[in-house]
């Protein structure tokens, strides 16, 4: 009989009858991972103030995990001001997050649908963390529980309140195995257009290294090398290649975040970024958001109209602000164009039919966040910008997930080193953890500034006083 001590009113936490955490240690790395303190660091902090010789770091990290797992988190990722369906989102792409992993590597799916099932994806990612401190007879390849990258079952995260069900899209496989139309091969250009960002803050020597290592001529200037590349990567199979060769093979995660920097939710892409990803979190939502804001609002618009023709996700107006008339894109151009928005600031009182639960309105517009509504090269994206409209402008900060995205960088120093199923596993709890301190912070400033005692959340998961 194998037995576990595990007694919590003692205060810990046996991993696997060798390695035994206290609670307070166990809240201790939780803290310093908030603080961007890799746990590596601390345990070598410890051994130099104790002088002595902690067990294998690895295996510790891993004990914690072992307790983030047997916690009972509800991982609701939901702000209590903007509720569990926020009207206004924003989204973006931390790039540098990313594990490594050939693409050859992932296996075709068998009986595709694009549908996951995201609770037993999840339980099975707590269940191999678990069972790692009960079966170290196993190696890695026997180990019943280890989980793999797979198109069939790799699943992003949505909070409970905010996704329809546990049955999510997620469409990868289709980024590679779908011939895009001519329409559709817009979207292609926002993967490029970051790659080769990245590329041109690369060094001469580092360029001419990429491409030696592509197989291509690797003689010129900087600027004619970056030329050449960008021609290559026109085939997808070379974009992959090169793809892997800056970033690592998987492509970082797509977040969806409300104004007020919570996130709701996360995918973790197996391939480089597509404003598929981004429709695949969306399209699993309870409620699109009426304010979508991105940095390629016009291929995440085209990409939703073009696989949802009977029930557009953008509209009105392809999901522009107003229709793009010659005349609106002028006065636009020209700063003589506002469209007022009222229903972001008080909810209609006749809300039209499948209108959105905080502000009644059906209509659904994705825009350029600041830093990138100049980049487009499109005259009609003009009519996506934040600024004409006046309960919009001045309002809400668009670069609230960059500067998430800063932070996070922080980590990447460590995240990037676990195997997939580890980092996805902890990355998820250190954003929970995240998300409770700042709803914390919330409510606590809610409580002192009208001096009252208790804030309740009401049907839609918003902080309020009083009767609901």
Request: net charge neutral; with cysteine.
């Amino acid at each position: 009989m194998i037995y576990r001590y595990q007694e919590w009113a003692d205060g810990v936490h046996n991993y696997d009858d060798h390695i035994i955490l206290s609670l307070h240690f166990c809240l201790y790395i939780r803290a310093s991972l908030q603080t961007h303190t890799t746990a590596g660091r601390v345990f070598e902090a410890m051994e130099l103030s104790l002088g002595v010789k902690l067990p294998p770091h690895s295996r510790i990290l891993q004990g914690y995990m072992h307790f983030e797992a047997l916690t009972d988190h509800q991982y609701i990722y939901s702000c209590v001001k903007c509720g569990s369906n926020p009207a206004i989102v924003v989204m973006d792409l931390h790039k540098k997050g990313v594990f490594s992993l050939p693409v050859s590597e992932i296996p075709d799916p068998s009986d595709y649908t694009g549908i996951v099932d995201m609770e037993e994806f999840w339980t099975s990612l707590s269940s191999e963390i678990i069972s790692d401190g009960l079966m170290e007879t196993f190696n890695q390849e026997t180990k019943p529980f280890v989980v793999q990258p797979d198109y069939n079952k790799w699943s992003p995260w949505i909070g409970p309140q905010t996704r329809k069900s546990n049955l999510v899209y997620n469409t990868e496989w289709e980024k590679v195995h779908k011939k895009l139309t001519s329409s559709e091969k817009v979207n292609v250009e926002i993967p490029e257009d970051r790659l080769l960002e990245q590329v041109m803050a690369m060094k001469v020597e580092e360029v001419k290294k990429l491409c030696k290592s592509c197989g291509m001529d690797s003689s010129g200037s900087k600027m004619d090398l970056i030329l050449q590349l960008r021609t290559e990567i026109k085939n997808r199979s070379s974009y992959d290649k090169v793809f892997a060769k800056v970033w690592g093979a998987s492509g970082g995660w797509a977040t969806i975040m409300c104004p007020c920097g919570i996130v709701y939710s996360l995918k973790f892409n197996l391939r480089a970024e597509s404003p598929r990803d981004y429709m695949d979190m969306l399209m699993s939502w309870q409620h699109i958001p009426n304010i979508v804001i991105y940095d390629f609002a016009r291929g995440l618009a085209t990409h939703g109209t073009i696989r949802f023709p009977t029930a557009l996700p953008f509209s009105p107006h392809e999901g522009r602000l107003l229709s793009p008339t010659a005349e609106n894109i002028q006065c636009a151009k020209e700063g003589r164009l506002t469209v007022k928005l009222p229903w972001l600031i008080k909810a209609k009182e006749t809300p039209d039919i499948n209108g959105h639960p905080l502000t009644g309105s059906s209509e659904h517009y994705v825009l350029y966040d600041k830093l990138h509504e100049g980049n487009t090269k499109d005259d009609k994206d003009v009519l996506r910008r934040i600024e004409l409209v006046p309960e919009l402008a001045g309002r809400i900060n668009s670069q609230v997930v960059e500067q998430f995205f800063s932070q996070m960088e922080k980590d990447n120093y460590f995240l990037n080193m676990m195997k997939p199923s580890t980092q996805i596993f902890l990355i998820r709890n250190i954003i929970h953890h995240r998300n409770s301190i700042v709803n914390t912070a919330r409510m606590d400033k809610i409580k002192k500034s009208l001096d009252v005692e208790h804030v309740t959340l009401n049907k839609h998961g918003q902080a309020v006083i009083g009767k609901m």
